[in-house]
């Protein structure tokens, strides 16, 4: 098989919508919310029809932990090909949830590792409460990371961390994790949903272009040098600003109506 089109597997991703935010969730607790094909298929479909009044995502787990990663038990009857494929159908659903419509906001505990964390980094913020735990147990069995790992998780924490927990099989518990730049929100156990939601809601109250900006055009140009950067990053700010909804924004806080920075 050249391109396997997974079938999805509905029951293993819910969508709940409240107002302005989706609550998106891996349920297949049982198997630690492991990865196989259906599941992915289902995750890409839910992303693909978010309502337009979604204006932010949360993306949790049910159970004790977030994601065991892939499905190991899909893994032992796929020859190369199979497994080039499989991992590109990866790449395919996850960069179009990174550079997608709306923001995404993990909420983490228990396991998040192998493609779990491949999963919570193609995501834009991760709160980790303090049950959670971040490897990389693919050189253990043999593997590699295969949905983005290797692109993405080094942009969080850098090349040589991912190269020591997948050499060594090194653990970060939460604290840690969240010091070197696995997640930015580190809290209480229980409570990543509720802080997620709360990020989330705040983050659908910006403006759609700003978000737009932020998703699209921060990681891109990271990637830049600094000369086509610079270029555009002023594109990205002439546009967002010329949008009547920035030119109300502003308006409020001169007339002493909008928000002002609250620093306690
Ligand atoms: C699984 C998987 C899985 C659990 N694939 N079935 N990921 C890993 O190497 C991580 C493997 N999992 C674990 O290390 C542990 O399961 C956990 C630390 C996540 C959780 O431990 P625990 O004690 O709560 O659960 P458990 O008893 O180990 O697992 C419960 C069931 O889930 C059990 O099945 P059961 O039929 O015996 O009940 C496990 O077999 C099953 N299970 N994790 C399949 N991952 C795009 S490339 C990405 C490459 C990778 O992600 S490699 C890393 C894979």
Known sequence: MQNPQAETNPGDVSVEHRGA?????????KKRNAINDGLMASLGQRFAELPSETKAVVIAGEG???CAGLDLSELKDRDAVEGLHHSRSWHKILTEMEFGRVPIVAALHGAVVGGGL??????????????TFFAL??????IFVGGGGSVRIPKLVGAHRMLDMMLTGRVYKAAEGVGIGMAQYLVPPGEALAKAIELAERIAENAPMTNYALMHGLPRIAEQPA???FL??????????????????????????GPKVKFK
Do not use: Y
Request: charged letters at 25%.
């Open 118 to 131: 491949e999963l919570a980094s193609t995501c834009h913020i991760r709160v980790a409460d303090e049950t």
């Open 232 to 257: 555009t990053e002023a594109m990205l700010a002439a546009i967002a600003q010329s949008a009547p909804e920035a030119k109300a924004r502003v308006r409020a806080f001169l007339d002493g109506t």
């Open 64 to 66: 004790d932990h977030f």
């Open 137 to 142: 147990p693919e050189g253990s069995r043999g």
């Open 227 to 229: 000369d086509h950067g």
């Open 21 to 29: 935010i989706s609550i998106v969730r891996l349920c297949r607790p």
